[in-house]
């Protein structure tokens, strides 16, 4: 798209509006995967697409980047309550598909497979020597690096198909997310433990994968990190329209709060996770089958969570009889 005078617009759809979360509550794991191997399934994706090398992760002299699994439930309020939405809920959507009635208090689950990547445009503005740290800490004041979304598998189709069509996300709507984490309500919970099952398609029977890590609020070690914004990076025009090309583009997830990060430079050893590689015929599965070579437990790089604070509190009850 250019302009009378010529210039080529900076933002693909103009029109579009921004985003904004009700609630949020995050995890992102982060995992050390050789450069080559992630540069490999980028060029699968884009040609504009590079993994970012971290100067503190070299194995034996091989370049390391990183990969992250970031889960999230967050709700929105579209301002529409459509009842044909509660009749919709477990409907696959697609992208050509019509836009989908409104839950109007939208809640969802999604769980991004993301590498750090950047542009080849921007090579040379990127924080060469950054450290894994120091980028989870928030400490790319450049903003040229961002997560790709390799995958993002989610329950709501609302957020599915607006995310395909607003954001260019690589998005499956799948069944609902089966998953017990750390919550104000949920006090005994000490660990994020998550199901990503299978597509909407797929028997329910099968999974993604699931997930299990410490919750941070448990632990000590743990420092303040201030990562916003978070660069996403996603392709237009989706590829679900068969395009010749893509381009990459990015949006910034602006996220009003301090998260809560633990990092190679803690004082204190960083938690074990464990993933279970599921079986769902997808491409998901290979992806991560590639990147961590099966299930098992493996020693992340870094951790980082966010809850958004609540807004209001019903105190118990007690007794007025007496």
Known sequence: MTTKSGVTQKIPYPENSSF??????????????????????????????????????????????LVNINFMTYSSDSGVNDPQAYADIL?????????????????????????????????NMVPQGLTSSEFILGRDHTKTL?????????????????GMHNFGENKVMTHPFVYTNPALNNPGATSWDFTIPAPIEQSDAKSLFGLKVADLDHMSGVVPGDQSEIIDLSLIPHKATNPSSQRLV?????????????????????????????????????????????????????????????????????????
């Open 91 to 123: 409907k696959p959507i697609h992208f050509n598909d019509p836009p989908p009635a409104s839950l109007g208090i939208e809640p969802t689950h999604e769980c991004e497979l993301n590498i750090v990547s950047y542009s080849n445009a921007r090579e």
């Open 250 to 322: 990015a949006s910034r997830r602006n996220i009003f709060g301090q998260f809560k990060c633990l990092v190679l430079s803690a004082d204190v050893p960083i938690p074990d996770f464990t993933i279970e590689i599921g079986s769902a015929d997808h491409p998901m599965v290979a992806a991560l089958m590639t990147m961590f070579g099966g299930s098992g437990t493996y020693t992340p790089v870094g951790l980082m969570t966010y809850r958004s604070p609540p807004v209001i509190s019903e105190s118990s009850l007690y007794y007025v009889d007496l």
């Open 20 to 65: 904004w979360y009700g609630s949020f509550s995050a995890v992102w794991v982060y995992h050390a995967v050789p450069i080559a191997l992630l540069n490999h399934i980028l060029a699968a994706e884009s040609p504009s697409l590079k993994a970012f090398e971290f100067s503190d992760l070299s194995n034996d002299g091989e370049p390391m980047g």
């Open 146 to 162: 961002g997560n790709y979304r390799l995958w993002v598998p989610c329950d709501d189709r609302i957020a599915v198909y607006w």
